[in-house]
Nanobody
């Protein structure tokens, strides 16, 4: 089983920054992809940014140039640096990991962008 623990959400003013982190632990044999999704109230969960084996890093168009995803393979962690935050970035952010064992989600961390 794989466990994902997220941290770093909170309340920030428009234009501000936040950094989300996610640590994967447990019996991890091989990570195929690792990244972040988000879900705003009344909307479907959507991809924010992701690393996938054999593919270039992907970002949703709405966050390109503002968000940066990074990964530490030795520690099985993935982070999301979010700059120039906008009210429309408000959502619950979920860490996502896909391994040979299956797909795993974090518990979610709330990000609220408001003045």
């Amino acid at each position: 089983q794989v466990q994902l623990v997220e941290s770093g959400g909170g309340l920030v003013q428009p234009g501000g920054s936040l950094r989300l982190s996610c640590a994967a632990s447990g019996r991890i044999f091989s990570i195929n992809s690792m990244g972040w999704y988000r879900q705003a109230p009344g909307k479907q969960r959507e991809l924010v940014a992701i690393f996938a084996s054999g593919r270039a890093t992907e970002y949703d168009d709405s966050v390109k140039g503002r968000f940066t995803i990074s990964r530490d393979n030795a520690k099985n962690t993935v982070s999301l640096q979010m700059n120039s935050l906008k009210p429309e970035d408000t959502a619950v952010y979920y860490c996502y990991v896909r391994t040979v064992q299956g797909v795993y989600w974090g518990q979610g961390t709330q990000v609220t962008v408001s003045s």
